[in-house]
């Protein structure tokens, strides 16, 4: 079975800290995915990669970044935390190739005070 | 920009009962659409993936069709069970050769009673 695994399940910061998420997966998937989800919104796209050092904007990478130095592993980084930036973060992962379906970690509940 | 609507937002139904639940898109150019299930507080696990070129695909009591030219896709569940009570999400891929993210609905938050 896949397993994506990320760091914390739950996080408090202030606002202003730099924040890192970090995500694992051990399937060696080319394809790994950062996800916000907020209530009636749902989730949305924040970044992605398809190889190592290599990223992609999503619909909402504002106020984010994002490393991938190694295949099994994919890092969210908050520059300067802020109160909007509340929520629960889904990090995902898929094989190369398309259609290949992706596979979720339990997320991570952050908030910023 | 895609748009993925899922109808209804929420199901309760009683056990044992079949259940349809619907998903549309605005922009029919997907690669492949996913139906996914969220348990509370939990992430996402992956029940079926339809390629643009196929029309259904089946694992189990669920079922999934794709009409892409009409831009909707519909989850049938049979002989519903307390278990499958969770939310159901479907996205549709962004674009190219999947390797971009998903566009997601707001899902059905489906309620089988016992």
């Known amino acids: 079975d896949v397993k994506v695994t990320q760091s914390s399940r739950y996080l408090v910061k202030r606002t202003g800290e730099k924040v890192f998420l970090e995500c694992v997966q051990d399937m060696d998937h080319e394809n790994m995915f950062w996800y916000r989800q907020d209530p009636g919104l749902g989730l949305r796209l924040i970044y992605f990669s398809y190889d190592v050092k290599m990223k992609e904007k999503g619909d909402i990478p504002e106020g984010y970044s994002v490393s991938r130095e190694k295949k099994e592993r994919f890092s969210l980084i908050l520059e300067s935390a802020s109160t909007n930036q509340t929520s629960m973060y889904l990090c995902?992962?898929?094989?190369?190739?398309?259609?290949?379906?992706?596979?979720f970690g339990d997320g991570t509940r952050l908030s910023i005070l | 920009k895609q748009e993925v609507t899922q109808i209804p937002a929420a199901l309760s139904v009683p056990e044992g009962e079949n259940l349809v639940l619907n998903c549309s898109f605005t922009?029919?150019?997907?690669?492949?659409l996913q139906w996914f299930r969220q348990d509370p507080g939990k992430g996402l696990t992956s029940l079926l993936l339809?390629?643009?070129?196929?029309r259904e695909q089946t694992s189990g009591r669920l079922n999934a069709s794709l009409d892409k030219s009409s831009g909707r896709s519909t989850l049938y569940i049979a002989a519903s069970q307390p278990g499958d009570s969770a939310t159901y999400l479907c996205?549709?891929?962004?674009?190219?050769?999947?390797?971009?993210?998903?566009?997601f609905g707001k899902g059905t938050h489906l309620i089988i009673q016992p």
């Open positions: 339809i390629q643009s070129s196929q």
């Open positions: 996205a549709v891929s962004r674009s190219g050769g999947g390797a971009d993210g998903l566009t």
């Open positions: 922009d029919s150019a997907i690669y492949n």
């Open positions: 995902a992962s898929s094989l190369g190739g398309g259609n290949q379906p992706q596979h």
